[in-house]
C-alpha cells in the first residue's frame, strides 16, 4: 500500500515576516531562501525550502506538506482517499510553484489546517548550499526523515486519532498519558511515524491552547547546538516555553521557544529512528523524564 514517506515541509501563515526572518535565521540558524512578495522559504537543507512563512493573520500552521518517493505512489495514494470518499483536489500550478514541488494534492485536516501530498522537491542550486552561520554541528538531521515534526491540537482526541492512522495512514509509535505536567488535568498524546521511521512525524493531544499547532521540531545533528540555540533565546529574550529537558519516548533532548506567531517550536537532538520490524508500541506515564520545565519570562 502507498504510504507517506515524510513530512517534508511545512506552511505557516504569519503576521509578522521580517520578525520571523530574524528568528528564523538569527535565532534557530535556518536559512532564508526563496523570496517573492508577502511569501519566505526558509531553507534546513538541501531542498530549496523546508519552511513556507506565507504573510497573513492566522499565525498558525497552514499546511503540512508530505513527501511521496515516486509520482505512482502519490497517485495511488491519492486514489485510495477518494475511494474512502475523502475530498481531495490536485493543487495548482501556482500551489505547486509556492511549494517548490512538482506536483501536490490537497485535504483538510480535521484541526483546522491542510495536508498536502507532493512528489518531486526542487533542490536548491550546487552553487547555494545550505549554509548556517549559527550551527557549529553538521546542520539540521533531515533528508529521508524529513523536515522534523509536528504537533497539532486535537479539537476532538478520537476523531483526530482516526483521522490521522485510518485516513492519513500514519502508523502509531507509542502514547502518553501525563498527570504530571498541567495540575490536576491529565494529557493524553498519541505519536505518529511514517515508514521512513523518524519516531513521530506528527503527534496530537487534546489540551487548551490558544492555537491550532502547539509546537513544531526542528533536530541539529549536534548536541552542542542545542545548547547555543537555547543561550541565543534567553539573550534576546525569547519566552521559553519549557526549558531544556528529554523525552521518553523519541529521547530528545531539547526545549521549547516561542515562535513570533506564538506557537512553540521544539528546538532539539537525538531523536530516535523506528525500524518498525522490531517496534513495539508502548504507552509512557510522562511527557518528558527530566526538565522541559516552563522558564519564568525574561526581566
Ligand atoms: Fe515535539
Known sequence: MSELSSLGYVVFSVSDLARWEAFAAGILG???GRRAPGMLGLRMDEHAQRILLVEGHDDDIAAAGWQFDTRDDL???V?????SRIAVHEGDRALAESRQVECVYVCDD????THEFYFGPTHASISTPFRSPLLKGAGFETGRLGMGHILPVARDYAQSLDFYRNVLGLRV???IRDSHTVPGATVDATFFHTRTGRHHSLATMAMPFPKRLHHVLVQV???DDVGMAYDRCVKAGLRIHAGLGHHPNDRMF???VETPSGFGLEYGYGGIVIDDNAWE???YSQLSDWGHRPQPAAQ
Open 30 to 32: 535556518l536559512m532564508p
Open 75 to 77: 497517485e495511488a495514494y
Open 79 to 83: 486514489e485510495r482517499l477518494t475511494a
Open 110 to 113: 480535521p484541526n483546522g489546517f
Open 173 to 175: 509509535s507509542d502514547t
Open 221 to 223: 545533528q549536534d548536541m
Open 254 to 256: 531539547s526545549f521549547y
Open 281 to 283: 508500541v508502548k504507552n
